[in-house]
C-alpha cells in the first residue's frame, strides 16, 4: 500500500480520536462532573425529598418535603408560598434542619423541637410549579371561572401528602406569613379533613381597604417593584431598576404611579393592568376579600390569628379576619388572636426591640414558646396536652407586658368595657378630650403642594440601613415605630397635641377618624396620625427624650367620602367630613407623655400623589393635573374634628388592670 494513504489513514484516526463527543465531552478524557449529582443523606439530621404534586385540573405544585430522621407518626406543617420552596428550605450549608429552615417562614425552633415534618410547596405558576401565575388567585367564581383556586390546591396537597407520607400521623397544619398568610386562609374554604389547624400571620386580606395595594384608595406605589418581581418572571429574576438613591426623587420624577409602572414595563403584567383599571373598590376588588369571604362560610378549623402591631405591610388583614371570625366561635375554643409589639413577620425573628423601643423581652420567643408551640400540638400530636390559651394575647405597649383577654377589643382579662371617646382637636393646636367651645377662628390651614410632598419617613428613602444611617434595623421595617417630630416641624402638617398627662389613658381597639377639612381643590387626602409624645427627658434610654411615637395612623383619599364604589369630585372650599378607621391599637399613654395628632395631606413616596384636582383615575394623572391647595380643618362646636379612642376608663383601670408607670 503507498505510503501516503497510510498517512491519511493515520491522521484521520488521529482527528477521529480527539474529536468532540456529540454532548461536547472527548472520550479520551471524559469529564469528571456525572450528569446527574445525587446528594447523600447519612450525614443529615432530616430526609429531604421533593417531589411534584399532581392536582386535580393535572397540573404538578413543586414540593420540598422534611422528615426527621427517625421519624415516626408525626404530624405535618404546611407552608405554601410564591417565594421559591427550595430557597425556603436550603438556608445554610448544614446537616441540621436547624439551620436548613432558619429564615422568611419557618418558626424554625418550633417546627424542629416539635419534631414536625416540613412541607412547603410552590404555588402554582411559580419556581418549579407548573401552571399560571395569579397574584392572590381568586377563589372560584366571579373572579376566577377556572375550576382551581388555593382552597383546591391546599385540599389535593393534604390528600397527596396523608396518602404518601408514611411517617406522618395524617394530621396537618398550615402556617404563613404575609402572602403565605394568606393561603392559610384560602385553606379554611372546604378544608381537608387532615387540616387541623391553620396559622395565618399578617395575612394579606383586602388589599384595597388597608393592606398591600391601597389604604382607603390612596395607592401604595412603592409596591410596584414587588409586583414586577414578582409576575414578570415565573423565577422572580427580572429586579426594579432604577438610577436614584432616593426613593423620593425618584418617585417625583416619574409624576403618576401609573407613569412609573409604564416606564418599567409594566403594562406586560396582568396585575398591573387589572390596577390600573380598578382603582375604586368595585367587585374586582370586594369579591376577594378575605374577611368577607370567611365570614360566609362555616369555621371547622381551629385558627390561631397573628397580627403585628406596628406591620408595615398588613395591618388590616388579621384584626379584620378575627373580627369576621369570632361570631363563629360560640364554644370559644376554635378562634384565638394573637397581637404582639412587632412589624411584619417579626413573629418568628427576635422580638426584644422594634427600632428605638425595647421591651425588655424576646416578645417572639414567647409567643413561638407559649403560645404558637402548645397550640399546634394540642391539635397535631397525639396525646399532647390541651393548650390553655386565652381567646386573645395581646402585647400592652407603653407598659410592655402581655395579657390575656376575654375577647378583642377588651380593656383587661376580666373584660373591662371599651367606650368611644372624641379627642378632639381645639384652639391653639391644643387637644383633649373636651370639645373646642365657640368664639375665634373655626379652622386651622396650610398649602399643601404636590411638588413637595411630606415624606412617610426621613430622607434618603433607601431601603439598605448601612446606608440609611444612624440605624440598627431595616428602615423599612421600623418606619412606623419612627420619631415623628421631623413631619411635625414642616408648615404643611398640623400638629395638635394634649397638656401633659397625670393619669395613663388605655386604648384598645381601632381608633377612628373624623375629620372635618376643606380643600380649595377638588380631590385631597388626608392622613391622620395618632402619636404618644414622651417626656422630653427619659433617664432610662436617653435617645427616646421627647420622641413622638406613632401608635395609630392612616390615609383616606377624598375622593372616596361618600363611596368607595363611586368616586366624586370634592366641593371646592367646603366642609367635608371624613370618618375613617386607624389601625388597631392596644397602648397605654402613661403619666408624664402627651397625646398629640398630625393632619396632613401626601404620605409620599409610599402613597402616589393626589393631584388635588380630580382626574377620573390619578393613576393618569398628568403634570398639569398637580396643583397646590389650601387645606382646612375645622375644630369648632358644629364642625368638631377628632380622633375617637376606643378607651378603658380610668374607672376600669384599676386594680388588675391599673398600669404600673415606668416613665418609658
Not at 412541607?119 to 388567585?137: I, L, P
Not at 427580572?238 to 425618584?250: I, V
Not at 384565638?336 to 425573628?349: C, E, K, S, T
Request: proline letters at 9%; glycine letters at 8%; one cysteine or more.
Amino acid at each position: 500500500m503507498p505510503i501516503a494513504p497510510l498517512v491519511a489513514s493515520f491522521a484521520l484516526l488521529a482527528t477521529l480520536a480527539t474529536a468532540p463527543a456529540p454532548d461536547g465531552g472527548y472520550p479520551d478524557l471524559p469529564s469528571e462532573t456525572p450528569a446527574t449529582f445525587t446528594p447523600t443523606s447519612q450525614l443529615l439530621d432530616h430526609e429531604r425529598r421533593t417531589v411534584d404534586i399532581p392536582m386535580r385540573d393535572g397540573v404538578k405544585l413543586h414540593t420540598v418535603i422534611l422528615v426527621p430522621r427517625g421519624a415516626k407518626n408525626r404530624p405535618m406543617l404546611l407552608t405554601r408560598t410564591p417565594y421559591d420552596a427550595e430557597r425556603l428550605t436550603r438556608h445554610a450549608e448544614s446537616t441540621h434542619l436547624s439551620r436548613v429552615l432558619y429564615g422568611y417562614d419557618n418558626a424554625t425552633d418550633v417546627i424542629v423541637e416539635g419534631g414536625y415534618i416540613r412541607v412547603v410547596q410552590d404555588v402554582r405558576g411559580k419556581y418549579g410549579s407548573e401552571g399560571d401565575y395569579v397574584m392572590n388567585r381568586p377563589l372560584h367564581g366571579p373572579q376566577n371561572p377556572t375550576p382551581v383556586d388555593h382552597a383546591t390546591d391546599t385540599y389535593d396537597t393534604l390528600d397527596w401528602l396523608v396518602k404518601n407520607v408514611p411517617e406522618s400521623n395524617g394530621r396537618a397544619g398550615i402556617i404563613g406569613i404575609s402572602y403565605d398568610g394568606f393561603l392559610p386562609l384560602m385553606a379554611l374554604v372546604n378544608p381537608h379533613p387532615a387540616l387541623k389547624v391553620a396559622v395565618p400571620m399578617n395575612p394579606m386580606v383586602d388589599g384595597w381597604m388597608g393592606d398591600d395595594w391601597f389604604h382607603h384608595g390612596a395607592f401604595r406605589q412603592t409596591m410596584l417593584p414587588y409586583i414586577l418581581d414578582q409576575q414578570a418572571t415565573r423565577k422572580n429574576e427580572l429586579k426594579w431598576a432604577s438610577g436614584y438613591r432616593d426613593q423620593y426623587e425618584e418617585y417625583l420624577a416619574a409624576g403618576s404611579a401609573g407613569e412609573i409602572g409604564r416606564r418599567h414595563g409594566m403594562e406586560q403584567l396582568g396585575f398591573f393592568r387589572k390596577l390600573l383599571a380598578h382603582p375604586a373598590y368595585d367587585a374586582f376588588w370586594s369579591d376577594q376579600a378575605v374577611d368577607k369571604l370567611l365570614a360566609a362560610r362555616p369555621l371547622t378549623v381551629p385558627v390561631m390569628i397573628v397580627h403585628s402591631l406596628w406591620d408595615q405591610e398588613d395591618l388590616y388583614g388579621a384584626p379584620a379576619v378575627y373580627e369576621a371570625l369570632e361570631p363563629k366561635d360560640t364554644a370559644n375554643d376554635r378562634v384565638f388572636l394573637v397581637m404582639g409589639p412587632w412589624h411584619h413577620g417579626q413573629a418568628i425573628g427576635n422580638g426584644s426591640r422594634l427600632g428605638a423601643l425595647e421591651f425588655g423581652t424576646d416578645t417572639s420567643a414567647h409567643f413561638r414558646r407559649e403560645l404558637l408551640r402548645p397550640f399546634l400540638d394540642q391539635y397535631l400530636v397525639e396525646g399532647a396536652p390541651k393548650a390553655h390559651l386565652a381567646p386573645v394575647t395581646a402585647f400592652e405597649t407603653g407598659t410592655n407586658r402581655w395579657l390575656e383577654l376575654p375577647s378583642w377589643p377588651s380593656g383587661c382579662a376580666s373584660g373591662c368595657k371599651v367606650k368611644p371617646a372624641p379627642f378632639y382637636l381645639r384652639p391653639g393646636f391644643s387637644a383633649g378630650f373636651t370639645a373646642p367651645a365657640a368664639g375665634g377662628a373655626a379652622f386651622d390651614e396650610y398649602v399643601s403642594d404636590p411638588a413637595k410632598p411630606v415624606p412617610y419617613r426621613a430622607r434618603p428613602i433607601v431601603e439598605d440601613a448601612s446606608e440609611a444611617g444612624a440605624s440598627k434595623t431595616d428602615p423599612w421595617k421600623s418606619w412606623l415605630v419612627r420619631d415623628q417630630r421631623e413631619a411635625a416641624s414642616r408648615p404643611d402638617v398640623l400638629v395638635y397635641v394634649s397638656d401633659v398627662l397625670t393619669a395613663p389613658v388605655k386604648i384598645s381597639g381601632r381608633p377612628r377618624a373624623n375629620l372635618v377639612a376643606s380643600t380649595s381643590g377638588t380631590d385631597s387626602d388626608w392622613v391622620v396620625k395618632l402619636i404618644d409624645v414622651f417626656p422630653d427627658e427619659v433617664a432610662e434610654q436617653p435617645e427616646l427624650g421627647g420622641y413622638q411615637l406613632m401608635v395609630s395612623a392612616d390615609i383616606f383619599r377624598g375622593r372616596y367620602h361618600e363611596s368607595f364604589e363611586k368616586p366624586r369630585p370634592l366641593p371646592a372650599g367646603k366642609p367635608v367630613t371624613y370618618r375613617f378607621g386607624l389601625p388597631t391599637a392596644h397602648h397605654v399613654f402613661l403619666p408624664g407623655h402627651r397625646i398629640m395628632v398630625q393632619v396632613q395631606s401626601s404620605w409620599f413616596p409610599l402613597y402616589d400623589r393626589n393631584p388635588q384636582t380630580y382626574v377620573e383615575s390619578i393613576f393618569d394623572a398628568k403634570p398639569g393635573d398637580f396643583r397646590k391647595a389650601t387645606q382646612r380643618v375645622y375644630r369648632a362646636p358644629g364642625q368638631a374634628s377628632f380622633v375617637e379612642l376606643p378607651l378603658v376608663t380610668p374607672k376600669e383601670l384599676k386594680g388588675e388592670n391599673s398600669p404600673a408607670p415606668t416613665g418609658r
